[in-house]
């Protein structure tokens, strides 16, 4: 089992925000997930090619792989 304190350095952010991302993901789903958008002109975390290509890999049923934290192992 993995804990926000163990995705805080992963991720790199704070525990809140990480407890917000878990709930548009429980609102929402993946699709939720990746239409958030950066604020204040910082650069996004995460490219519109690596978007797809997660969810597309997430999409495919044969797929082992159940979530983002698994992508980053």
């Known amino acids: 089992m993995i804990y926000t304190k163990d995705l805080v350095p992963i991720l790199k952010v704070c525990r809140k925000t990480i407890y917000h991302l878990l709930r548009l993901h429980y609102q929402g789903g993946l699709k939720e997930l990746l239409a958030i ?8 975390w995460i490219t519109e ?3 797809e290509a997660i ?4 999409a495919n049923p044969s797929t082992t792989i159940t979530s983002y934290v698994e992508l980053l192992a």
């Open 37 to 44: 958008r950066q604020r204040g002109g910082i650069w996004p």
């Open 49 to 51: 090619q690596s978007k």
């Open 55 to 58: 969810a597309s890999m997430l």
